[in-house]
């Protein structure tokens, strides 16, 4: 069991873990977004490819056992129960079905920010487009006080509230879900939160923060390392008043035989929220690695420990550049504590300097003006460092 300590050193005892990522080689901080895979996410793939070819479509019996482990996995990272677990590809296809589900003839309202990420914003975009919905934006920061924001707009023609618990753009935690949870008990409407950047990076608890009667989609593309095709919507219990339009055939796959009447079928517990066939490879994969995290001890607890530790050291290697503000500068407004897995750096030449980085071997990313660093567990603070002293060059360079 590895102490967020030893993961400082150098090399980092993970690197080994992931030879194939050759993360002691590549300054790789791009955690945030995509991080590097454990070496035996590649087992999970090849035996995902052996399954079928040995069983052919008899393979699905042994997919399903996969899919239950990774339902068992995001439960464990929400403190829910994998009863309450639906998977998907991608957070949009259970956006959607969410969206499906709620009573919007009668409730046209949904609140939102300006602050979500795509899968979320540009869904309500369209359908705003459309009239047949209204959608508020109200501003995502101050994250501080966007709780108050959101019950201030919510009224009795809310069907949903949909909201971040870590902003993609900022890294800023968002306080008071709770309260915005308990505002919407009292309006009758649903509270959808998008836990992405939260989920193993962050430790995240129903029970804790007040967000039992909360629908939350998250996914494993980035902190949990699990790759594409790995997307979860925890669904409250006791929800089978909700009947999702968008539905597919698995949804009664345990029926098929009943037969049409009695109006369209729906599953029990995620079966509910079910789509059609899809490729397990992407479970297979995520259940080895989610294996690999509880045998290395690589709890939300750890991670976020390190990733304090890993953020933290790339602020201080930020502000002892001393850079030109006007270039390139850090909200210093948001303490540490209130901020999650990556730092942020506002900067009008955010795409330029992520260019000049990657040809320096300085992996990162940018939205807007924001260039984004987000460390991960497998580095070690002289990778860090010497990112940030490129950075400095770059910068300088100008």
């Not at 690197?15 to 454990?38: D, I, K, M, N």
């Not at 479970?283 to 989610?290: D, G, I, K, M, N």
């Not at 924001?370 to 460092?385: F, K, M, T």
Request: proline share 5%; with cysteine.
């Amino acid at each position: 069991m590895l102490t967020a300590e030893e993961l400082r050193r150098t090399p980092s005892p993970l690197a080994a873990h992931y030879a194939r990522f050759r993360v002691a080689e590549r300054l790789l901080l791009t955690g945030h977004s995509h991080q590097a895979w454990p070496d035996v996410g590649f087992d999970g793939q090849t035996e995902a490819w052996a399954d079928a070819a040995e069983h052919v479509d008899e393979k699905w019996e042994r997919a399903a056992e996969r899919a239950a482990r990774v339902r068992h996995g995001f439960a464990r990272l929400l403190g829910a129960r994998s009863e309450e677990i639906a998977l998907g590809q991608n957070t949009h296809e259970l956006v959607t079905r969410f969206l499906s589900a709620l009573p919007l003839r009668e409730r046209r309202r949904l609140v939102t920010t300006d602050g979500e990420f795509h899968t979320i914003r540009r869904q309500l975009d369209r359908l705003a487009e459309t009239r047949l919905v209204e959608v508020v934006k109200v501003a995502a920061l101050p994250a501080s006080t966007l709780a108050d924001r959101l019950i201030a707009a919510l009224d009795q023609g809310t069907a949903a509230v949909l909201a971040s618990s870590v902003l993609f753009g900022t890294a800023h935690l968002v306080p008071g879900l709770d309260r915005v949870m308990v505002a919407c008990r009292r309006a009758g409407a649903e509270l959808l939160v998008d836990a992405y950047h939260h989920l193993n990076v962050v430790p995240f608890s129903l029970e804790r923060d007040g967000l039992g009667d909360a629908f939350v989609v998250g996914g494993g593309y980035k902190y949990c390392q699990l790759g594409e095709g790995n997307c979860m919507l925890r669904v409250p219990p006791g929800r089978d008043d909700l009947r999702p339009v968008l539905t597919g055939w698995y949804s009664e796959f345990a029926d098929l035989s009943r037969g049409a009447g009695g109006g369209v079928p729906y599953g029990e517990g995620p079966a509910r929220w079910a789509g059609a066939t899809y490729d397990p490879t992407s479970h297979y994969r995520a259940a080895r690695v989610l294996d690999f995290f509880e045998q290395q001890g690589l709890t939300p607890e750890l991670l976020r420990e390190v990733s304090q530790h890993q953020v933290g050291l790339l602020a201080r290697e930020f502000d002892a550049l001393d850079l030109d503000p006007r270039v390139i500068g850090r909200d210093r407004s948001v303490p540490l504590a209130g901020i999650g897995g990556f730092l942020a750096l506002a900067s009008p030449r955010a795409a330029e300097l992520s260019a000049r980085l990657r040809a320096r071997g300085v992996r990162t990313d940018f939205r807007g003006d924001v260039l984004r660093l987000g460390p991960a567990p497998y580095l070690n603070d002289e990778q860090l460092e010497a990112a940030m002293g490129l950075l400095g060059v770059v910068v300088r360079g100008l």
